[in-house]
């Protein structure tokens, strides 16, 4: 009997420690997780506010893009598009690089902001003219039967415009909100002179319109991030050597500009190329298919706005490679997990998804929006791996790995786009891009053994 008791009594105890012990782990887990939250309070509240922001322009610009397609029709639809694609080309040009390596500058010499931000306008201003000539001179020397029509024009101008922009600035300061709201400014200002023509005046509506309203909305959103920006920027000494310093940032980023225009190779050379085989109701049907692309990847842009900066101080020597692999492992998850749903949707119900959306005639680019959803998945890590490898400086490998993709992309595009049209082009962009990310998450992995 006594040896009942004390086996009861053991029993007993052996659970209370047990017990005790799980609360102690699960109160050391909340602890932790307490001072995680705390400690990224300022990310959450700027995640919050860019999150707020973004859902309603992605929202607003979805409805406003779905009724763009529905109103104009496939063929002026993808009129519109090609001036898109052909924009993404000004705008990278004018950037000059400077949109993936100017937060970088800002924040490993922060007392040369003045000359920095001063350095970067001179040499887009410079490159916005010479893109403008280039296009007049394309337009006026065209046949009159080009599809370089005059509303096409306006199209990529404006959008060229916002190679000029002050981004980089902005997130350099950690004023992703701020610059959130005159983004949301700008694109409501868009969404209303386009919703207004389609009401009052339908028969008006067209590509030359889009034009007019895309280069007045950019117009107001540089006026806006310039007279808040310029308050706040010393320039004390910049007159000194303007041209000059223009000059070695032009030189400093010219391998970054050369990669940025090849990574244009993916998701735009193929919607040209698409145009070029299979004319203007080809593209229009592709094009519906990447606007839900777009969607996804302006979620991604912005947690990669905040990510960025936090990037460039991992990157800094004296980093150790546990507090590199704890934050690309929680960056990488979070990117991840916002495209899955949007991602997993187009994969299992493409068809389904466009005839909810758009006109039956969209309908046929299912399979190419099943395999954008793939993309998806792999561009979330892909920005994480791109952003670590120019902020360590690692140029040339971020060069190389865009060329070899770009020829991969162009390859196949040559090759699957007449054979499949906008399935191919879609295929094309899967394959070039995801050889070009998977180049540089293997060069991060290395980099961070090395250190």
């Not at 008791?5 to 887990?29: M, P």
């Not at 063929?75 to 694609?85: I, T």
């Not at 005159?182 to 389609?198: E, G, K, P, S, T």
């Not at 339908?202 to 006026?223: C, E, N, Q, R």
């Amino acid at each position: 009997m006594s040896t009942n008791n004390t086996v009861r009594k053991f029993d007993t105890s052996d659970v209370e420690l047990e017990l005790s012990e799980s609360l102690r782990t699960g109160d050391s887990l909340l602890a932790r997780l307490k001072t995680l939250i705390l400690s990224q309070m300022h990310n959450i509240k700027s995640l919050s506010v860019l999150v707020f922001v973004n859902f309603l322009v992605a929202g607003l610009g979805f409805v406003t893009k779905v009724k763009i397609a529905n109103t104009l029709g496939k063929a002026d639809f993808g009129l519109f598009s090609y001036g898109l694609a052909i924009a993404a080309y000004g705008m990278v040009l004018i950037q000059f690089g400077l949109g993936r390596t100017l937060v970088r500058e800002l924040i490993h010499f922060p007392k040369r902001q003045g000359q920095l931000v001063v350095s970067s306008l001179i040499l887009r201003g410079f490159m916005f003219l010479l893109v403008t000539l280039i296009l007049l001179f394309w337009k006026f020397f065209s046949q009159a039967t080009s599809d370089l029509t005059w509303g096409v024009v306006l199209v990529v101008l404006g959008n060229s415009m916002l190679g000029l922009e002050l981004k980089g600035v902005y997130d350099s300061m950690g004023q992703f909100n701020r610059h959130a709201i005159y983004n949301l400014i700008q694109r409501c200002f868009y969404y209303l002179a386009v919703w207004l023509i389609i009401i009052l005046a339908p028969k008006s509506f067209s590509v030359f319109s889009l034009g007019i309203f895309t280069i007045a909305a950019v117009i107001v959103y540089m006026v806006l991030q310039c007279n808040w920006a310029f308050k706040r920027i010393d320039f004390n000494g910049t007159k000194e050597s303007i041209f000059h310093n223009a000059l070695v940032l032009a030189k400093g980023n010219l391998i970054i500009w050369f990669a940025t225009l090849g990574s244009l190779s993916f998701g735009v050379i193929n919607q040209i190329i698409l145009k070029f085989y299979g004319g203007n109701e080809s593209l229009g049907g592709y094009a519906a298919g990447w606007q839900i692309v777009v969607v996804a990847t302006l979620f991604l842009s912005q947690i990669s706005r905040i990510g960025n900066p936090a990037m460039a101080r991992i990157t800094k020597p004296g980093t150790s490679k546990k507090d590199k692999i704890r934050f690309l492992v929680k960056y990488s998850s979070v990117m991840c997990l916002v495209v899955c749903p949007i991602s997993l949707v187009t994969i299992v119900w493409p068809e389904s998804v466009l005839r909810l959306i758009y006109r039956p005639e969209y309908a046929s680019g299912a399979d190419a929006l099943r395999v954008m959803g793939i993309y998806l998945m792999l561009f979330s890590l892909g920005i994480v791996a791109s952003q670590y490898v120019i902020s360590a400086k690692l140029e040339k490998t971020y060069f190389t790995s865009i060329i070899v993709g770009g020829i991969l992309s162009i390859a196949s595009c040559l090759v699957l786009i007449p054979r499949l049209a906008g399935y191919g082009a879609a295929l094309a962009l899967l394959i070039g891009h995801g050889i070009s990310m998977g180049l540089y998450l293997v060069a991060m992995i290395q980099h961070i053994r090395k250190s």
